[in-house]
């Protein structure tokens, strides 16, 4: 329809150069950058992109999964993380998703969609060399996998930071892995646009709590010590971890305002953990002490705890019908989203 229009207003002389969308569809579009852009196993990497019709933007990062070791690195062994882009990962009309939904609170933004095939949660930029050691079917064997997460983003942002120049309203999402890189880029994503009001929440991520420094190390294989952002707020990008994006996002922009949503016993979150050697304690102690951690750096944060295992709710219908404590999801995340004062929901029942 877009294109249709654009030719419209050529043959009438009335041209349409001012209109950053005007070689776009309507709904998504799929854009493969090239360059040094690549999926994890090497292969093509693509995002997408569906133009709005307000001078709001959202920025979505996909979630699936992540890797650090060889056994669960390895596709033919245990993978835990999604390696390639393909039509599998097309943006489906659901939860935050579905623009056909009156409710929705971001249904006239224009949305980019990041999605993710790393195993880096969207803030590597490394190859690494695994290995595996041979078991009764499978020989031992080294490998290469393309953590090359912020320089796949990266394409996606600089894409639209040409077209979409000065949004009145920035919302950085994504979950799982997604609500990872979500809480990474929205800093820099703030710096770049620093005229403009940018909200982040990141869904199903707020349990990764190390001990004895795991997630420092993790993020040491992703090579993300060598993309923090070279500003004060890094000032030591080795003992970087995750409530770090979150304490100097805010503290480097005054225009950035960061939260999270999480199920208080997500199953996935602490398989994940599990990973990590972190076992027998209680999702919810780990997220109250992340929660406490971030709040006493950056008094703005806030989040919503939601009871229950499940991973994940803002690509889920039931995010517009779940309740806690007498606020609903939908709305809250409307009021974060619209830039009004909003409190932490924190699931009396939860404990």
């Not at 590597?124 to 796949?152: C, K």
């Not at 304490?247 to 199920?263: D, E, P």
Request: proline letters at 5%; aromatic letters at 10%.
């Amino acid at each position: 329809m877009r294109k249709f229009i654009c030719s419209l207003m050529l043959i009438f002389s009335l041209g349409c150069t001012d209109d950053p969308f005007a070689d776009l569809d309507d709904g998504w579009n799929r854009i493969a950058p090239g360059g040094e852009t690549v999926c994890s196993d090497g292969s093509e990497y693509a995002y997408w992109f569906r133009p709005g019709s307000t001078d709001e933007l959202t920025i979505y990062f996909q979630g699936g999964g992540a890797c650090w070791f060889g056994e669960i690195c390895a596709l033919d062994r245990n993978p835990t993380y999604d390696p390639v882009v393909n039509e599998d990962d097309v943006p489906g009309p659901s939860g935050i998703l579905d623009f056909a939904n009156p409710e929705n609170p971001i249904a006239n933004h224009s949305v980019l969609f990041i999605p993710y095939c790393t195993g880096d949660v969207h803030v590597g930029d490394r190859v690494v060399t695994y290995e595996v050691e041979a078991n009764d079917s499978l020989p031992a064997r080294s490998f290469d996998i393309h953590h090359r997460g912020v320089t796949n983003a990266q394409a996606a942002l600089d894409w639209v930071y040409e077209r979409v120049i000065n949004p009145s309203v920035v919302f950085v999402t994504g979950v799982s892995a997604g609500s990872l890189g979500s809480s990474f880029h929205a800093a820099a994503i703030a710096e770049h646009y620093s005229d403009s009001r940018v909200e982040q929440c990141g869904d199903a991520a707020g349990g990764y709590r190390g001990d004895e420094d795991q997630i420092e190390a993790t993020l040491q294989i992703w090579g993300n010590q060598d993309v923090v952002p070279d500003w004060p707020e890094y000032a030591n990008p080795d003992e970087t971890d995750f409530n770090t994006y979150y304490v100097a996002g805010v503290a480097h922009n005054s225009n950035l305002r960061m939260s999270q949503i999480n199920f208080h016993a997500d199953a996935v979150q602490l398989d994940f953990l599990r990973l990590e050697g972190i076992t027998d304690v209680p999702l919810v102690e780990l997220l109250d002490a992340n929660f406490q951690e971030i709040a006493e750096a950056s008094p703005s944060f806030r989040h919503y705890m939601i009871p229950g295992e499940t991973h994940g709710i803002i690509r889920s219908s039931d995010f517009y019908t779940v309740e806690v404590d007498g606020v609903g999801l939908r709305d809250w995340l409307a009021a974060l989203i619209a830039g009004e004062d909003i409190n932490t929901v924190n699931c009396e029942e939860c404990r």
